[in-house]
């Protein structure tokens, strides 16, 4: 079966249908592909790992993030977007109009909103599965802050810019906070080293892995191993966050769109618009710098409206 299509958005978090409300109500009726597990995730995106969060406008009390994306994908359907739960296989951007291959059917598009995300990286550590959700996290500025973490001891594992800053976010919130180094120095810019050496709040273990972690209902500590004398130990800790890294979600596409050294797709500085004609991608696909609900909502409002523009 083949169809064509005005729109096809592809994804399924804050990005994907802030695209899918904006482009149905501007009478484009958008056909949405949130996914069947797509990237490892339940569709919702990265919020569907994520219990509570204080940090999305209109919400003074907070909102579960399962529960933020089940009234986002109502709304998106209200306002008129189609929604199939299908991972979509490849795209072809030879020509346009484009092609986009699910399963035995593909569809002919005139404009794409690629808002597949990325996803955190994990260690896949023994307890991992148990306290994910229940002290663990893969990100601090999102979790960071919620009651459970307050005054508490909190590890960060990383050695880069994004475990500098979460270490130094989490000071405000923690009794006091441990960074986990795999090697003997940080990857990280010198500014953030700097920081993170000179906060009296952040203690560094040097050549450590974590290896295990631990607890009953919620996580209470985490073994590590001192990679140079193979000596183990535990630390109590009530929080657990990686900050290894995330892998966005473009294996799909093949190379046919310009994207950095990491897989993110590059967008025209101020826009969404790809190195391709009725191309746009939204959200932390191609944001690697903030990676928030609400910013990657602005940035599927943006492609949304370059899409309808593009079309007229």
Not at 102 to 121: Q, R
Not at 159 to 183: M, N, P, Q, W
Not at 219 to 234: G, P
Request: one cysteine or more.
């Amino acid at each position: 079966m083949q169809k064509h299509e005005k729109v096809i958005i592809i994804g399924s978090g804050p990005a994907a249908h802030t695209a899918a409300i904006y482009t149905a109500r501007a009478l484009l009726s958008p056909l949405l592909f949130e996914g069947l597990y797509a990237g490892g995730v339940a569709a919702g995106g990265q919020l569907t790992t994520t219990t509570e969060v204080e940090n999305f406008p209109g919400f003074p009390n907070g909102i579960s993030g399962t529960e933020l994306m089940i009234n986002m994908r109502e709304q998106s359907i209200n306002c008129g977007a189609k929604i199939e739960t299908l991972t979509v296989d490849s795209i072809d951007l030879k020509n346009r109009p484009y092609t986009v291959t699910v399963g035995a059917d593909t569809f002919t598009t005139d404009s794409i909103i690629i808002s597949t995300g990325a996803t955190a990286k994990r260690l896949n550590i023994k307890g991992e599965d148990t306290f994910w959700q229940r002290g663990m996290s893969a990100c601090a500025v999102c979790d960071g802050a919620l009651p459970i973490f307050r005054n508490k001891p909190l590890i960060v594992v990383g050695g880069g810019d994004s475990a500098c800053e979460e270490a130094h976010f989490l000071t405000k919130y923690a009794s006091k906070v441990t960074l986990i180094v795999r090697k003997d120095t940080l990857r990280a810019s010198k500014i953030m080293q700097e920081r993170v050496l000179k906060d009296p709040n952040i203690d560094i273990l040097w050549n450590t892995e974590t290896i295990e972690a631990l607890g009953d209902k919620a996580l209470q500590q985490v073994r590590i191993k001192n990679n140079k004398t193979n000596t183990e130990s535990l630390l109590d800790a009530n929080g657990l966050f990686y900050a290894i890294g995330h892998t966005p979600n473009t294996r799909f596409l093949n190379g046919q769109i310009d994207c950095d050294e990491s897989g993110y797709i590059i967008t025209k500085p101020g826009t969404t618009q790809t190195n391709l004609p009725g191309v746009f991608a939204a959200g932390d696909v191609q944001d690697k710098t903030y990676r928030q609900a609400i910013t990657a909502a602005g940035s599927g409002c943006m492609a949304a409206l370059e899409a309808e523009k593009s079309l007229s």
